[in-house]
């Protein structure tokens, strides 16, 4: 037995097609559903930095990166909670959830 040959996977291996390979189809697939139950989510954008305000997204909503999404009942019980929630102009989630737009208008 040759040191330091114990346990490594043999070098010649390429994981760019391995995991092609190996996960074209299902992780396709999962992906998908993601999608699907990230779009009936809402997520919370914290602010940054100084009079910035949290921002209320739609799951799918491109413009920030959640780490947790919101159910709609959670969503809805956090924009009652916190009067300085935004809402985001570009996905406008007070629609499904079926409140008034912030801010009148
Ligand atoms: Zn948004």
Request: glycine share 12%; charged share 25%; with cysteine.
């Amino acid at each position: 037995m040759r040191p330091g040959a114990s346990s490594r996977p043999p070098s010649t291996l390429s994981w760019p097609s391995v995991t092609a390979a190996v996960g074209a189809g299902g992780r396709r697939d999962r992906r998908r559903r993601d999608a699907a139950r990230i779009a009936q989510m809402w997520k919370v954008q914290p602010k940054r930095v100084g009079p910035e305000r949290p921002l209320l997204h739609r799951g799918d909503c491109g413009l920030c990166k959640a780490a947790g999404y919101l159910s709609k009942d959670e969503a809805l019980l956090t924009a009652e909670q916190f009067t300085e929630l935004q809402m985001c102009d570009i996905c406008q989630p007070w629609g499904v959830l079926g409140i008034p737009k912030p801010g009148g208008a």
